[in-house]
C-alpha cells in the first residue's frame, strides 16, 4: 500500500505532521526501553525533519518539529551509551564469536580450550564415621512401600466418542492441521498474484474475512504459515504497515534470526477496518 504523494500545501503539512507524530512515537517507546534504539534510522528520520521543515508556519507545527530533533538527540544518546556499555564491558557479539569459532580448525581449538582449561582436583574417601551416618539415614527413612504409596484412583468404565463430539470438543479438527496449511499458502498465492505488488500483499487485506472470528483464525493460521517458512513478514515502522510475502517453496530453516512481530487485531481495529477507517 503505496502512500500518495500530496497535490496541495495543506495535504504536505498534514502528511508531514502525521509522519512527525509517529516518528515522536516511536522514539519515545525507544526512550522508554520498549523498543531497540538501533530499529531506527536516524539518517531517515532527518530526511523527514528537512523535508517538512519549509511547510511549517504556525508555533505549534514548529514545536513539533523541534520535539522531533529533541527526541532524536536523546535517540542518538542511549545509540551512543548503548556501544560504551558494549565497549568497556568486552561485550562480544554471539554471531561474531560463533563465525570466528567455525573459522578455526579442530586443533587450535583443542589448544584454545587447554590453555584455558583449569579442572578442579577433589579426593574423597569413606570413613568409618562416615558409614555411621549413612547407616543412621537409612535406619531413619520411612519403609520404601509407605513412601511409594498408589493414590487412589476410581474406576471409570471404558467408553466411545464419535468424530463429532471430538470435533465439538476441540479434541481434533474436521481438517488435518497440515492440509489446512496447504490450502491457505495456495490461497496466499493466488491472491498475491491477482490482488498484491512486488510479490506481497497488505497483511489486513489477507486476514480479512466476513466475521471477526473467521479473521482472527485467518490470522492464527496466518502465524504458522510465518513460523513454519510458508511465507514471510515486511514490517515498516514509520508507517505502520505489514505486508505478507508467500514463499515459492516452504522455507525449512531460516537465514536470519527469527522475531516475534506483535499485530494488533482487537474487535474495534477491526471494526475500523471493516468502516473502511484504515491509518
Keep these: 500500500m503505496q502512500a500518495q504523494k500530496p497535490k496541495t500545501h ?81 561485550y562480544t557479539d554471539p554471531f561474531l564469536l560463533e563465525e570466528k569459532i567455525m573459522q578455526n580448525n579442530k586443533q587450535e581449538m583443542v589448544n584454545v580450550f ?22 543412621r539415614y537409612w535406619d531413619a527413612l520411612t519403609p520404601i512401600k509407605q513412601r511409594w504409596e498408589q493414590p487412589m484412583v476410581a474406576e471409570v468404565a471404558a467408553g466411545t466418542a464419535s468424530w463429532e463430539e471430538l470435533v465439538d470438543q476441540s479434541v481434533l479438527r474436521d481438517e488435518a492441521f497440515s492440509a489446512e496449511l496447504d490450502r491457505y499458502w495456495n490461497e496466499l498465492k493466488a491472491k498475491t498474484q491477482t490482488q498484491g505488488k512486488d510479490g506481497k500483499l497488505f ?26 517458512g510458508y511465507a514471510t513478514l515486511e514490517v515498516i515502522p514509520l508507517e505502520e ?21 506483535p499485530i494488533n487485531l482487537s474487535f474495534e481495529s477491526w471494526q475500523k477496518w471493516k468502516r473502511g477507517e484504515k491509518d
Design 203 to 228: 497483511y489486513m487485506d489477507w486476514v480479512d474475512a466476513e466475521t471477526y472470528e473467521q479473521t482472527v483464525h485467518r490470522a492464527y493460521i496466518t502465524s504458522f504459515l510465518v513460523t513454519y
Design 10 to 90: 495543506k495535504e504536505a503539512k498534514k502528511l508531514g505532521k502525521d509522519r512527525l507524530e509517529r516518528v515522536i512515537e516511536m522514539m519515545k517507546g525507544i526512550e522508554d526501553h520498549t523498543v531497540d534504539p538501533f530499529l531506527l534510522n536516524v539518517d531517515e528520520i532527518i530526511l523527514i525533519v528537512q523535508e517538512y521543515f519549509p511547510e511549517w508556519d504556525q508555533p505549534e507545527e514548529l514545536n513539533l518539529d523541534a520535539e522531533a530533533i529533541h527526541h532524536l538527540a536523546t535517540v542518538i544518546k542511549l545509540q551512543s551509551d548503548w556501544v560504551k556499555q558494549r565497549s568497556t564491558s568486552l
Design 114 to 135: 587447554l590453555h584455558a582449561w583449569h579442572p578442579i582436583v577433589e579426593q574423597e574417601q569413606l570413613t568409618v564415621r562416615s558409614l555411621a551416618d549413612a547407616l
Design 241 to 261: 504497515e505489514v505486508y505478507i510475502m508467500p514463499l515459492e517453496d516452504p522455507v525449512a530453516k531460516l537465514d536470519k534470526q527469527a522475531i516475534s512481530v
